[in-house]
Every structure is written in structure tokens, then in C-alpha cells.
């Protein structure tokens, strides 16, 4: 059995650098990374970049997944609307551990232009390190995905 854990990672033009930052970091830590893009300041569509890395958890291939934007905001609306994904806008260490310890988070989106290198570098780390509590959490968790409407 593999335990190889895998990060999958991406951002627009305003995150790419933080991006890089961050993967380096998971590296570190023994996760292998998947780098999606996009890997300049050059303008593209954080909507295609969060599909691709969405794309990536969907499919089993990544475990966990970063997104990196201006705010984090856009990112993460276009990552949830993935089925099976949970992703988390956090600002520090503290949302990014409860995304994971209440909300069974799997993937966590940081803006470039509102967290720190130092606090999302936190942040990571604590996403990373974080497993789901489950238990009372569950119920919740299940009332994500409801019945569909008849």
C-alpha cells in the first residue's frame, strides 16, 4: 500500500509566486506535488486553473489541493462547485486547521494579496497536518450533498 500523499497546487497570475513558495514547503514535508499552473505573472482565468486542480481531487489522483489567487475568494467559489470538493478560503493557521478538523476539508485557497508569506506558510502547514475529527461533524458533512430535488 502507498502512503504517498499528494498535493495538487495552482494559481492565477497574482499567486503563482506564492504558489511556488508553498509547494516548495509541502515538498518539504514529504507530499508530492502536482503543479497545474499557472507559472508567470502573464494574465489567465482563475477559473480554469481552479477546474484543473478540482479535476485532480475529483479523480482521486491528488489527496489534498492548494489554490492560490489575488483574495482567494475566486478560487474557492469555482472549486466548490466540483463534486467531492471542499475547499476552504482560510486567512491563518486557525482556519486552515478547522477547514480540515470540522468541515473535512480537501482543498484550501489563500490570496496572495491579503496572507502573509509567513501566514500562509502557517496555514499549509496546518492544513497539511490536520486530519477530519468526524463524529459529530459527519451529519453535517452529509447535508452537503443532499437529495436532489424531484
Known amino acids: 500500500m502507498s ?3 499528494t498535493l495538487v497546487v495552482g494559481a492565477d497570475h497574482a499567486g503563482f509566486a506564492l504558489k511556488d513558495k508553498l509547494a516548495q514547503a509541502a515538498r518539504d514535508a514529504g507530499w508530492s ?24 481531487l475529483e479523480d482521486g489522483t491528488a489527496q489534498r489541493g492548494l489554490l492560490v489567487c ?62 477530519y475529527e468526524g463524529g459529530r461533524h459527519d451529519l453535517r458533512l452529509a447535508k452537503l450533498n443532499p437529495e436532489p430535488s424531484r
Open 70 to 131: 489575488g483574495s482567494g475568494i475566486g478560487m474557492a467559489i469555482a472549486a466548490n462547485r466540483h463534486a467531492g470538493v471542499r475547499c476552504a478560503q482560510a486567512h491563518d493557521a486557525t482556519e486552515a486547521r478547522l477547514s480540515r478538523l470540522h468541515n473535512n476539508a480537501n482543498l484550501l485557497a489563500l490570496g496572495a494579496r491579503t496572507t502573509g508569506e509567513a501566514v500562509a506558510l502557517d496555514a499549509l502547514g496546518a492544513f497539511l497536518a490536520t486530519d
Open 33 to 56: 506535488v502536482i503543479d497545474c499552473g499557472t507559472n508567470s505573472p502573464a494574465s489567465v482565468d482563475y477559473p480554469d486553473i481552479a477546474h484543473a486542480v478540482s479535476a485532480r
Open 3 to 5: 502512503t504517498t500523499k
